[in-house]
Structure formats: structure tokens, C-alpha cells
């Protein structure tokens, strides 16, 4: 039976475990790095922290995932081809194995092939390799090392050479394809061959270099090895089919689509389109949802909608009048879950979303595409750009599906006069735009009452209870939306949390759970009744907690008091690019090429601590833009500003705009105590920090720790670091002594090992001990007189198998060598080190079978 995609998972995966890589779940289709693209397209993406420089390397340096992977846009944009053929996904799985700093290009490519050969039984006979023109170190590997004939191995350009862009990692790769043989097309392999011939099955990437801006190529630090295998494509090979669409979870969900359309798959070239769109679109559908991609008109939402609808739309021609997509996608949940079980956590979910879409879609459909009939019919030529702008904005009918309609029937779409109207749609609605993130469903209402009432007025700076008229009560049950006429509650915006409290009028109480914004100048009171109840047009006391205002205007306070001391300690590069001032704590994320270092640190808190201690004044007043500009007042990156702005001085140093509330003086803000250093994000720090009494608080916790660890060293709190020094240094004592006895006890056994030995090799199974302890004793045997080679194996007390080979200079031989086949008996893998090889087993009942490989014959 050929392996199924369940074995091929498995048995991928497996495959690099038992060669000390990490398994790694796939991360989710929506990527959080910034320099990652729409959707997770590749195995590495989970990994751009590392090969970015941004964290450090893992431990172990080398892993292996399965990825689920989107592409439908950009350079990789699948979606128009995709069920024209039988090679073309929207969704698919790569297979990858990684090394950071570890092996490179001679072990990766030996590891695909044994893969690939020994594992998956795939003939060696029909397998390419190409590799970039200038690397001639993988050619070397392939041919001298693995045995590829040399008429094999293609040199190929621009596409054996993988970048993330313009800058940063690259290098070259090395691309493995399979030959599907002569009814395919023109041989000649890869380079010079068709396509549909010869089928790429893996990508090995070999980062060796960074490229600087001006194109530059130096050698990285830590080079990286980063492998892809399309897990569908290697399926195809594997289960002998043509067609990716074939393949035995893919074939199920074109057998769910025979089902749901009542048509056959095979027996018309046009319905086959329609099928494998289906099962492929289902898939992705699911998939997007799954892992929280809404159908939507922005970004992800509208790449998840236009797959939706263009396998709607599929049905649709082949006159399925019933809903398609919830049946599809319950089949792609059943048909994935298993390797997947979020999917079928979710299945609810997912099935709800896909029902409520195609409903709407169909109705949008069935109205446009009797409209763009008539609009096709009625005319020659190319479709006027104001008929696809009118089925676009009149009847939600989008232009992509307007232009494929019109390519199948030969017809072109005027572009530029859709955009023109398009434009001059939103010149007519950019008045009644805009608005702070309002629901789209009470943007009205919110309008209404800025219309009606004004701006609502801000008093919060100058106090925190104000009287002030109830305009308006939303919503129903306990918790509500109240809007009065004027608030002392701080909206949340730049980083600061919205205020929270109480709101009173003679019939009720509410308390203020939250502060935001509705549209731009309404605040918006998230409240929820505790007494009574509150009405419109009374008057009320509206009285934020002022404890927690204190706290977070000492938090605002120290953000500005830390921007100033960052960049006076980093330099005037570091701009504040997002902060979170909450009442327990502040978070500063800021512009910086580097960690920031202990010493560094230490100093920005000492300044910033210094501008704390001056108890100078912390003044705000508003002036022009321009103006403020001219003192040297600093915009936050991604701010918006108007005309006039409000600028705020925290002691002699700090000058910036900001719109928040803070301390009367720096001395109010009290201690401030740095947390935390770490990378978000390509060039990006993040720092965060306590202030007041929650300082003191953790001061006074370190202290307390300070004290009951002197009190176990038996010190005073000033001596701790010196009897620290000194017990760790009775340690490294201890631990020297210990490796002498090791050695001395290792000496004494190499001895009687050595007088077994047979034409000067010693072959040993020895009682069980530690894997080090092994190496040791097989250095110790070989050092001595007349030895050449030895072998120990045990089996320690943890599990497993230790193998250890170590040979003399002059012997002759090859550790590494003489390892691998009792390497393999064992269940394990070896090193290809010459003179000292060390490899593992899963198997110990068979280590002496294993040594019997390189007994001498004589013993």
C-alpha cells in the first residue's frame, strides 16, 4: 500500500527527531513577526526571530515542522490557477527541517536523500538536483559524497538562490525534483525539461551570507540550514498519481464535492475545475477561519472572501442552487482534523461563518449576475468602468468576479474608469467618514449625537470628579454605553488606559468598567449598573477612581521621564514607537539596533531616576504644531496631529506631545524601577517598568529575597556576592575533583580494556555508564601504547544507547565510519567525526549485536 499524507507526517517527522531535531507545532496562518508576509507561506516564518538575530538559538539548533501554508498573493499568488490544473494549492503543508549554527549543506542534503531513497523507497534513477551557479561546495556534496551522476546535477541562476529581500539572510539552495517520466513532456531535466515533467519535491536553503545595503555578501556567524518539502507534491510521487488532486485527502474532498454537486469527477474537463476549486478553496477556507481570518473587504478577510466566493461561484455555474461551502468545509475538517484537531474544536464555528457568507454571496450573485449578463449581452467591446463600479458599490458585486466573468467571454473591463469612479465615490463619502474605530452598526448613532451635542468635553486634566448631563443610554441589561456631555474620564489613546470609576444620578449608580472613544471627540462610558438606573437629560456626578489615575499618571509621567533617558544614554535615534500606561505598570517600546546592554541600563534608570529626584515641574499647554516643533517637542511615531497640539515638559528635559494625563511634578512619580529588556521585533526594544508604590514594593521584595538567602549562606546581606563567588568556587572544585577521579578511575579501566584488544582495536560492550563517562573511557583507551582504534558501547541508567568511536591519527581510520552501521542496529545515527565519533540507540538489547559490526575477526 502506498503511504498515506497520515504516514507521510508521521514519518517525516520522526525522521529528524531521531537525528536530534526539536519538534515544533505549526504556528498559525497569521504571522505576528513584521517581517513576515500575509499569511505563513513557509516552514521558516515561526523561525524569523533566530534567523533574524532577534533571539537567540534555540536549544536544541536544529527542527522540524509540519507548516500549513497559504499563498494567494504577491509572488506566490496561486489563486487563479488554482483547479486549472492538478499542481496548484492555495493551502498545503510544508515539510521542513531546520539547523541554526549546527550542520550545513553537507549533512542536510545527505539527510534529504537518505530521506527521500532509504525511507521513502523513491528511485534514485529519478531524482535531479540543481544547485546556483556559484556552488560548486553542493554540486561537490552531490556527486562526490551522495553519488548524483554529474549529468544530473543542474546549475541554475536566480531561482537556486533564496532572500527575504533586498537586505539581510540569504544564500543559495538546492532543489530536488522527481521525474515523472516521458508522457509528461521534453526531458533534459530541470533546467531545460517541462514543467509538468520534472516536479520540484524539496528546496534545501543553504543562509551563508548577509547582504548589506549596498549588495555586499558576508559570511553569517551562524549559518542556517532551512528545508521545504510540499507534502502534497511528495505525496503525489509517493502514491504514483499525476495529480496533487489525487492524492488521498485531496481526492476525499473532490469526492465531497461530487457529492454536494452531483457531478463526476473525470467526466467533464470544465466541471474537474469546478471540483478541485471546491476541495481546494474548502480547505483553505477552513483553515483561515480556524485560525481566526473573518471574510471581510480589508486584508486577510478579503483574501479568505474572494477564495470563499470563487468556490461559491463555481457551483453556482454548474447550477448548484443549494449551499456548497458548509458541506465542503465539514468535510475538510473531518478529512484534516485528525492532523489538526483545532479544527474540529472549532467546527461549529467554521461551519456558521461559511453558512452566513455563501447565504449573502448567493443573493449578491443571483442579482449581479443578471445585471453583468445584461451589461455583456447589450454591448461590444470593453465593459464600461462605470457598469463594474455600479455592480461593485450598488449591488456588492466584487470586480474580481467581474473580470473573470468578462474573460470568459473574451471581454475586457475598463480599469481606469472603474477607478475613477471609484475615486470620485470617495470624495462624495469622505465627509461622513473616519471616526476612532466605531462599530460600523452604531457609527449613526454616535454621529447623531456629536451632530446634536458637540464634542464631549474633556475636564479630566484639571479634575477628577466634574457634574456633568447624560446624553444618552445604549444598549440593554446591566451593562450599557452612557455618553454625557462632559467627563473627567480619560479616553484610552496613545498608549494610556481609559479611566475607570463611578457615574451617579438620584435614581442609580454605575460603575465605569472602561473609557474609549466611539468616533473621534465622543467619549464613550462602558458601564455597568450596580443600583437603580440612570436616564437621559440627568444631571450626574461622574467621579473616576482616583487612586488608579494616580498610578497611571506616574506610569505616563516615567514613560516620557525614560524616552528622555534612552535616548540620551543610546542616542538620538530611539523614538517611542508604542507604550502601554496602565495603573500596576508601563510598558516602552522603542527604535534600537541592539539589546540593550546591563550597563546601559543600569544608567537610563539612573537618569531617569535623577530627573525624579529634582522634583522639577511637569507643565502642559497647547500651541501650534509649528510652534511646538521649534521647542524641539517630540511626535510619537504613527500619531496623528492637528493644528494645534498639546505639549507636555517633565522636568528641564523632556518636551513632547501628548494628549494624556500626568503628575503636577517628576518627585511625584517616585522610584522607577526597570523590569524587563527584549526584542519585539526586526530593530525594535520593548522595556517595561514600575513606578511608586509598586517600585517600592519590589524593592522591598528583593530585599526580603537578599535577606533569606544571606540568611541561608550564613552572611550578612553585603556578603552575599562573595560567599556566592566562594561556594561557587568550592563547586568547580568539587567538580574538578570529581572528573580527576573520573579520569584516574577511567585510566585504570582503559588499562585492562587495552589488554583485550585484538590487532590493536578494543571492541567493548562496558557496564553501564554515563554517555560523557563513555567518551572519556574510549579517549583514555585510545591514548594508550599500541592502541589504534576502540569501540565501547553502553547502556546508561536514562534510557538508550552510547556509542563511542575514537581512533588514532595514524590509524587509518574513521570514527565516524566505523559507527554507522552499529549506529543503525541500535535505532540511531552517527556523527561523521574522523578521529572521535559519539552516536545513540533507542534499542539497548541489541548492543552487542551492534559491536559484532566492528569486532575484528581474529577476537
Known amino acids: 500500500m502506498p503511504m498515506t499524507a497520515a504516514e507521510l507526517r508521521r514519518t517525516f517527522t520522526d525522521f529528524f527527531v531521531e537525528r536530534g531535531h526539536k519538534p515544533y507545532p505549526s504556528m498559525g496562518l497569521i504571522p505576528h513577526h513584521p517581517a513576515a508576509p500575509m499569511f505563513a507561506n513557509a516552514g521558516m516564518n515561526q523561525f524569523l526571530p533566530v534567523i533574524l538575530g532577534e533571539e537567540p538559538i534555540p536549544n536544541p539548533p536544529r527542527a522540524t515542522s509540519i507548516q500549513k501554508c497559504v499563498r494567494v498573493k504577491g509572488k506566490h499568488d496561486d489563486i487563479n490557477t488554482v483547479g486549472t490544473d492538478g499542481s496548484h494549492l492555495s493551502f498545503f503543508e510544508m515539510l521542513g527541517n531546520f539547523s541554526f549554527g549546527d ?430 438606573h440612570l436616564l437621559p437629560a440627568q444631571e450626574a456626578q461622574a467621579v473616576v477612581d482616583v487612586e488608579r489615575r494616580s498610578s497611571i499618571r506616574r506610569n505616563h509621567s516615567a514613560t516620557h521621564l525614560l524616552h528622555w533617558a534612552f535616548r540620551s544614554v543610546l542616542g538620538q535615534h530611539v523614538k517611542q514607537h508604542g507604550s502601554l500606561v496602565a495603573p500596576d505598570r508601563l510598558r516602552f517600546d522603542f527604535s534600537h539596533f541592539s539589546q540593550v546592554g546591563p550597563d546601559e541600563m543600569t544608567e537610563v534608570q539612573r537618569r531617569a531616576n535623577a530627573e525624579v529626584l529634582a522634583n522639577d515641574p511637569v507643565r502642559a499647554y497647547e500651541t501650534t504644531q509649528d510652534e511646538a516643533h521649534k521647542l524641539g517637542a517630540i511626535a510619537l511615531f504613527g500619531e496623528k496631529y492637528g493644528d494645534i497640539v498639546r505639549v507636555v515638559e517633565a522636568g528641564q528635559h523632556s518636551i513632547e506631545l ?35 508604590v509598586a517600585s517600592l514594593e519590589r524593592f522591598s521584595a528583593d530585599e526580603q529575597a537578599l535577606s533569606q538567602v544571606a540568611k541561608l549562606l550564613r552572611v550578612t546581606p553585603g556578603e552575599v556576592v562573595e560567599a556566592v563567588e566562594k561556594l561557587h568556587g568550592e563547586y568547580r572544585g568539587l567538580q574538578d575533583q570529581l572528573t580527576a577521579a573520573r579520569r584516574q578511575s577511567a585510566v585504570g579501566q582503559a588499562r585492562e580494556l587495552a589488554a583485550q584488544a585484538v590487532d590493536g582495536v578494543v571492541v567493548a560492550n562496558v557496564t553501564p555508564m554515563e554517555r560523557q563517562d563513555v567518551q572519556t573511557l574510549a579517549v583514555a583507551v585510545r591514548d594508550l601504547s599500541g592502541i589504534r582504534a576502540v569501540v565501547l558501547g553502553s547502556a546508561p541508567a536514562a534510557g538508550g544507547v552510547a556509542l563511542v568511536a575514537a581512533v588514532s591519527a595514524d590509524s587509518g581510520l574513521n570514527a565516524g565510519e566505523l559507527l554507522a552501521d552499529p549506529a543503525k542496529v541500535v535505532g540511531g545515527g552517527a556523527g561523521r567525526q574522523k578521529e572521535l565519533s559519539v552516536a545513540g540507540g533507542r534499542d539497548p538489547s541489541r548492543l552487542d549485536e551492534a559491536l559484532l559490526l566492528v569486532r575484528p575477526n581474529s577476537a
Open 658 to 692: 501628548c494628549g494624556g494625563t500626568h503628575v503636577g511634578a517628576t518627585g511625584a512619580v517616585g522610584p522607577i524601577r526597570l523590569l524587563s529588556e527584549g526584542s519585539i521585533g526586526s530593530n525594535l526594544r520593548r522595556v517595561e517598568a514600575l513606578t511608586g
Open 103 to 532: 550542520y550545513f549543506k553537507d549533512r542536510a542534503i545527505a539527510y534529504a536523500w537518505e530521506l527521500l531513497t532509504e525511507v521513502y523507497g523513491i528511485p534514485t534513477d529519478r531524482l535531479w538536483v540543481t544547485v546556483h551557479d556559484s556552488d560548486d561546495e553542493a554540486a561537490a556534496i552531490w556527486r562526490d559524497q551522495i553519488g548524483v551522476p554529474a549529468e544530473r546535477i543542474q546549475r541554475m541562476g536566480e531561482d537556486n538562490f533564496w532572500e527575504m529581500g533586498e537586505t539581510g539572510p540569504c544564500g543559495p539552495c538546492s532543489e530536488i525534483y522527481f521525474d515523472m517520466g516521458e508522457e509528461f513532456g521534453d526531458g533534459g531535466g530541470p533546467a531545460h525539461g517541462s514543467e509538468e515533467r520534472f516536479l520540484e519535491i524539496w528546496n534545501l536553503v543553504f543562509m551563508q551570507y548577509n547582504r548589506s545595503a549596498d549588495g555586499t555578501l558576508t559570511d553569517l556567524p551562524n549559518k542556517i540550514i532551512d528545508t521545504g518539502a510540499g507534502l502534497e507534491r511528495t505525496l503525489a510521487v509517493l502514491q504514483g498519481v499525476a495529480s496533487l488532486f489525487d492524492t488521498d485527502e485531496l481526492r476525499r474532498l473532490v469526492e465531497v464535492a461530487e457529492r454536494t454537486t452531483g457531478r463526476t469527477y473525470g467526466e467533464d474537463p470544465k466541471a474537474d475545475v469546478a471540483l478541485r476549486v471546491l476541495a481546494d478553496h474548502a480547505r483553505s477556507a477552513a483553515f483561515l477561519i480556524n485560525d481566526g481570518v473573518f471574510p471581510s473587504n480589508e486584508e486577510r478577510g478579503y483574501v479568505l472572501r474572494r477564495i470563499m466566493r470563487r468556490a461559491i461561484r463555481q457551483a453556482y455555474g454548474m447550477g448548484v442552487e443549494s449551499l456548497v461551502l458548509p458541506a465542503m468545509a465539514e468535510g475538510a475538517i473531518e478529512v484534516m482534523g485528525g492532523a489538526y484537531p483545532g479544527l474540529l474544536k472549532n467546527r461549529d464555528f467554521i461551519l456558521d461563518v461559511v453558512t452566513r457568507e455563501e447565504e449573502r454571496f448567493r443573493q449578491t450573485l443571483k442579482t449581479g449576475s443578471a445585471m453583468l449578463d445584461g451589461a455583456l449581452s447589450g454591448r461590444e467591446g470593453t465593459l464600461p468602468g462605470e457598469v463594474a463600479f455600479q455592480l461593485h458599490d450598488t449591488y456588492g458585486f466584487p470586480l474580481e468576479l467581474t473580470l473573470e466573468i468578462a474573460a470568459e467571454r473574451g471581454r475586457d473591463v475598463d480599469l481606469a474608469g472603474f477607478d475613477a469612479a471609484m475615486a470620485a465615490q470617495r470624495t462624495r463619502g469622505r465627509a461622513s467618514q473616519g471616526g476612532g474605530g466605531a462599530d460600523a452598526q452604531r457609527v449613526d448613532v454616535y454621529r447623531e449625537l456629536v451632530d446634536q451635542f458637540g464634542p464631549t468635553e474633556f475636564t479630566g486634566y484639571v479634575e477628577q470628579a466634574s457634574t456633568a448631563r447624560i446624553l444618552a443610554v445604549e444598549g440593554g441589561g446591566d451593562r450599557m454605553e452612557l455618553f454625557l456631555d462632559r467627563t473627567p474620564f480619560y479616553a484610552e489613546s496613545g498608549g494610556q488606559v481609559g479611566d475607570t470609576g463611578l457615574i451617579r444620578t438620584e435614581t442609580g449608580v454605575a460603575r465605569v468598567l472602561d473609557t474609549t472613544h466611539a468616533v473621534a471627540g465622543l467619549h464613550r462610558h462602558q458601564i455597568e449598573v450596580v443600583e437603580g
